[in-house]
């Protein structure tokens, strides 16, 4: 498994760090330069064929990792594969996405996460405050740092440009910044002008969904790409999950629509629904049945009411397909209708 | 035709009011909820040509009758638009100034137009922890915005807790000071007026009080001193047509309730 004999490199805290490494795991660990360029090379670029399955994928990210979660809000979610983590009662990650849904309440009810950095956390606009977000920031049990979303994006931009921060003309002057200090302000020496560098993110893996890929790892998206492309640049491991692989010669005949070029990926899952509560373009819109059932339950109780929904829904079926069946069919029918019909006119 | 106040409900007519506040050819970032709403009626009423951009990722959305989107990150957003790209670039857009103006909703407003979503109580120690900015702080930082949303007196409040989205700080030249040399507050639309900032102190006033509320019920409402300049406008009273796209925009009642 020689994914894992880079194992050492995802904990920072060995004993061999200089006095910028230090400065850099407190400003929100932006990785020094050689130690990014070295993770990109150990890594195996060959064209080959990376397809495990969902449990095997979970060994990708190990306990204390910093996580990068692609898509967006309910869109694109990689849920199989946070699900999975949950199974394998993952600990003490540190993960990043543009913006945070129920994936964030998961991540934080099932106490696999206890940090989280994104600019909007809740349980999407329809329903307004994440009680159980405020639960565990509340009582300090897990930690939330805002950004704002264009400042993410330019993290992860950063991380896959191999610079260690961009500038940025927002989040001055604002109470946003003033919780940041990993973030800061500079004069501009070419005009003068104030400009807030924001720090790269290169998470040690990205979780990310597809509508379709091959057993190399090119993925096509449709539809909105969200952070998705600089997320899979920054990463040092990139896990996909997919509805469908398909085949190099598909992926050959529209280049165009390839979006992550196979290098980037450490592993190819397909899981169909596998954004599941959330929306794939294309494929299917959000399950709003079960995301109602849930929100009340878990608002109404967001440690009793996440461990009996954890208890039923994640750690209780035998399989993905076995919590698809929870959800029902009328409802994956209806997602999937809504869903296709975005190519109607 | 005019409507009977009666007939209406309080987010119809922040919703229609807000719409009046585009004009047609403007570019426009739209957030989820009530901006979305109201920039899609403005669309289909007196704005044919307005561009309206999502954080999603979306350039020129017409978004279809009774599929609302849940959040401006939905495929439902895509639907007729004339562009997808990334969340970051269509962010972007608003640092290289392409939009005209940025429409928002807010939680809680302070006199210089500062929005905070984030925390109710220290942020250190908060009472109550909010979603966050969203791309509200990069809105609001970047280009000139308007806001629609509720009033009450908690809401509107003399300091917010904690400036999310940037409005004009703490008034004067506090905002340019700050490295934000472009955009500000231009008007703040609630179901009791239309509200815009004086020139010089940068501080919230009545532009125009909704049809039938008095100067009293607004000032009851506000946690702060309002700027009076007088004459105060009044304005026109919702019409069949704006209500009646509306819910048709919106048939589950989603977002007019």
Redesign the interface.
């Known amino acids: 498994m020689g994914f894992l004999a880079s194992a050492g490199y995802y904990a920072y805290g060995s004993n061999d760090r200089t006095a910028a490494e230090e400065m850099g795991a407190v400003a929100n660990s932006v990785v020094p330069y050689a130690r990014l360029r070295e993770g990109v090379s150990s890594r195996d670029r060959s064209l080959r064929e990376k397809i495990v399955s969902l449990e095997q994928a979970a060994s990708f990210v190990p306990d204390g990792a910093s996580v990068g979660i692609g898509g967006?809000?309910?869109?694109r979610t990689p849920m199989a594969m946070i699900w999975q983590l949950i199974r394998a009662r993952k600990k003490n990650l540190s993960c990043a996405r543009?913006?945070v849904?129920t994936d964030g309440d998961l991540l934080f009810g099932s106490g696999i996460a206890d940090h989280m950095a994104?600019?909007?956390?809740?349980q999407?606009?329809?329903w307004g405050?994440?009680k159980v977000?405020?639960h565990h920031?509340?009582t300090g049990s897990a930690r939330?740092d805002?950004w704002?979303?264009?400042?993410?994006?330019?993290r992860?931009?950063a991380g896959g440009m191999g610079v260690p921060f961009l500038p940025?003309?927002?989040?001055?002057?604002?109470?946003?910044l003033r919780?940041r200090p990993e973030a800061k302000?500079m004069t501009c020496p070419f005009t003068g002008?104030?400009?807030?560098l924001v720090p790269a993110l290169n998470p040690d893996v990205a979780l990310i969904h597809v509508q379709r890929c091959d057993a190399y790892g090119n993925a096509q998206m449709d539809?909105?790409?969200?952070?998705d492309?600089?997320l899979a640049l920054a990463a040092n491991r990139v896990v996909l999950t997919t509805e469908r692989v398909v085949s190099n010669d598909q992926i050959r005949r529209e280049p165009d629509q390839t979006k992550i070029p196979f290098f980037c990926v450490d592993a190819v899952v397909e899981v169909p629904y596998g954004s599941a509560p959330h929306?794939c373009?294309?494929v299917y819109?959000?399950m709003?049945k079960h995301l109602d059932a849930y929100v009340a339950q878990v608002n109404k109780s967001p440690v009793a009411g996440m461990r009996a929904y954890l208890d039923r829904y994640v750690y209780g079926p035998a399989s993905w397909n076995e919590f698809l069946s929870l959800i029902g069919m009328d409802e994956i029918l209806q997602a999937s209708r809504l869903?296709r019909s975005?190519h109607d006119d | 035709m005019m409507t009977d106040p009666q007939r209406h409900t309080a987010a119809e007519m922040l919703a229609a009011i807000s719409a009046r506040q585009l004009k047609d050819g403007q570019v426009v970032f739209a957030g989820?909820?009530v901006p979305l709403l109201a920039a899609t009626l403005a669309q289909r009423l007196h704005c044919p040509g307005l561009t309206i951009l999502f954080?999603?990722?979306?350039i020129g959305a017409f978004v279809e009758p009774g599929k609302l989107p849940?959040?401006t990150?939905?495929?439902?957003?895509?639907?007729r638009a004339n562009m997808?790209?990334?969340?970051?670039?269509v962010?972007?857009l608003?640092?290289r100034g392409y939009v005209d103006v940025g429409f928002i909703g807010g939680a809680q407003i302070d006199q210089f137009g500062n929005l905070n979503s984030?925390f109710i109580g220290d942020?250190e120690r908060?009472?109550?922890?909010?979603?966050?900015?969203?791309?509200?702080?990069?809105i609001a930082?970047?280009t000139n915005i308007i806001v629609a949303m509720k009033h009450e007196r908690r809401r509107f409040v003399e300091h917010v807790d904690?400036?999310?989205?940037?409005g004009f700080?703490r008034g004067g030249r506090?905002?340019a000071e700050?490295?934000?040399?472009t955009g500000g507050i231009y008007r703040v639309v609630t179901e009791l007026a239309v509200f815009s900032f004086d020139d010089e102190a940068r501080r919230m006033k009545i532009l125009a009080l909704n049809p039938g509320v008095t100067r009293e019920e607004v000032a009851d409402n506000t946690g702060f001193d309002l700027v009076a300049e007088e004459p105060i406008g009044v304005t026109e009273p919702l019409m069949e047509q704006e209500l009646a796209t509306l819910r048709m925009l919106d048939p589950e009642r989603?977002f007019i309730s």
């Open positions: 967006s809000t309910m869109s543009g913006i849904s994104t600019s909007w956390f809740a999407g606009i329809l405050l994440s977000m405020r920031v509340e939330y805002e704002s979303h264009m400042a993410m994006g330019m992860f931009r940025i003309r927002s989040m001055l002057g604002s109470d946003v919780l302000e002008e104030t400009l807030l539809g909105l790409q969200f952070m492309i600089d929306e373009y294309g819109e959000p709003t869903g975005i | 989820v909820g954080e999603g990722g979306v849940p959040s990150n939905d495929q439902r957003c895509t639907k997808v790209l990334g969340s970051a670039d962010l972007l608003l640092q984030s942020p908060p009472r109550t922890r909010l979603p966050g900015t969203g791309g509200g702080n990069d930082s970047l904690f400036i999310t989205s940037p700080i506090s905002r700050s490295g934000l040399p989603l």
